[in-house]
């Protein structure tokens, strides 16, 4: 897929967990794994409000889009 | 579910379906034995209302054949997709196929029909049945086939 999502960065750059940012954000461990590993076909505004929430950043720095 | 009127429930439902596809594949398998007694049957019975107008017991077996074994092959994916969504698998990848072979199987079932009307005229009405039923099924199949898609996309919308 042209979108690429740099949660990876971002959780490092915070220093935060997989487990602790699913448990703030409210989504189960498997479905941010399915959003780390890019295999999600789509995200909610009110999910991405959220990680942005706890990551403290902008939609643009967790997404990214590259011409295929 | 249910019905709080009659008492029927979708699982009492379900396992009727599967009863009667069993039953219609027991008759299909008893007609695999008795194909050539019920051309006969059928040959002294008919009128020679064809292109053709031999006997139609060699023809007439032969058609019986080719559409049991599409039967055959029709209900045993039919038990199969039954089978599936009773487990709770109904928008998969497995139902899409099976509806596909059985979409396929009655298309070449009125072929054989159609070949078979150049004997008896009537059977061109079966054959038309059969690929309209192909049809309905072809986009029965379609449908599933975007249900999957959209239960897949569904699934992975975070």
Known sequence: MAIIVN????????KISSGELAEKVGITAANLSILKTGKAKAVRFST????CDVLECQPGDILEHEKE | MINEI???????SLKLSRLLVYLLMVMLILLLFIAYFVAV??????????????????????????????????VFYLNR????????????????????IIS??????????????LWRYYFGICAFFAMFMG??????K?????????????????
């Open chain 2, 135 to 140: 049809l309905v099924m072809r986009v029965l």
């Open chain 2, 41 to 74: 049957w059928y040959d002294e019975l008919s009128d020679g209302t064809g292109i053709i107008k031999s006997s139609v017991v060699v023809p007439g077996t032969v058609m019986i054949y080719i559409c049991d074994l599409f039967g055959l092959t029709a």
């Open chain 2, 104 to 117: 396929w199987c009655c298309v070449f079932a009125g072929i054989a029909m159609l070949v078979f009307s």
């Open chain 1, 7 to 14: 949660l990876d960065v971002m959780m490092a750059k915070r």
């Open chain 1, 48 to 51: 991405l409000d959220k990680i």
């Open chain 2, 6 to 12: 009659t008492g029927w429930s979708e699982m009492k």
């Open chain 2, 142 to 158: 379609n449908v599933f086939e975007k249900a999957v898609e959209l239960k897949s996309e569904s699934d992975f919308t975070i």
């Open chain 2, 81 to 100: 997709l039954l089978a599936n969504i009773s487990k709770d698998k109904v928008f998969i990848e497995q139902n899409t196929k099976c509806l596909r």
